[in-house]
């Protein structure tokens, strides 16, 4: 991830936790996410893998050749509102990532 990134408005995909879980399920996510999104001033977009620790464990050496992934994506989060008030610091930052994995945590894959 680069500032180049940001200001050429190309897409980057940041995983809130910081890594794979070790049981598949969401983890709390990290400040520094909060960070980038503040900087950035860039809408967020939502996505929640389904399926992938099943495919590849955090531990595994290669992936499974079985199995089904799905990617289930959001509405797009803006938060210009809480960016415009000018707050900082690791509680802001937090926030941010906090609502972040609220709008992931909702996401489900739709029912046929």
């Known amino acids: ?22 049981d598949g ?7 520094g996410v909060g960070l980038v999104i503040a900087k950035s001033q860039a809408p967020v977009l939502p996505l929640r893998l389904f ?9 595994a050496k290669r992936p499974a050749l079985k199995g089904k992934i799905s990617v ?14 000018g707050q900082k610091g690791k509680e802001f930052y937090q926030s941010l990532c906090d609502r972040t994995m609220a709008a992931i945590a909702a996401l489900e894959i739709p029912k046929p």
């Not at 991830?1 to 070790?22: D, K, N, Q």
């Not at 399920?25 to 400040?31: D, I, V």
């Open 25 to 31: 399920q969401l983890g709390e996510s990290q400040p």
């Open 51 to 59: 399926g992938a620790f099943e495919a590849f464990p955090r531990h």
């Open 72 to 85: 289930v994506v959001g509405e797009p989060l803006d938060f210009s509102a809480e960016i415009a008030t």
């Open 1 to 22: 991830m680069s500032e180049y990134s940001f200001h050429t408005w190309e897409r980057v995909l940041i995983f809130p936790e910081g890594e794979r879980t070790a």
